[in-house]
């Protein structure tokens, strides 16, 4: 369980990251 759990909360914590870097782009 741990190894779904933690791969989708490294995504939503780098989703924001991404967001800005399309916004730049």
């Known amino acids: 369980m741990i190894s779904v759990v933690v791969p989708t909360y490294n995504e939503a914590e ?3 990251e991404l ?3 399309l ?3």
């Open 23 to 25: 916004d730049r782009a």
């Open 19 to 21: 967001l800005e870097r």
């Open 14 to 16: 780098n989703l924001p």
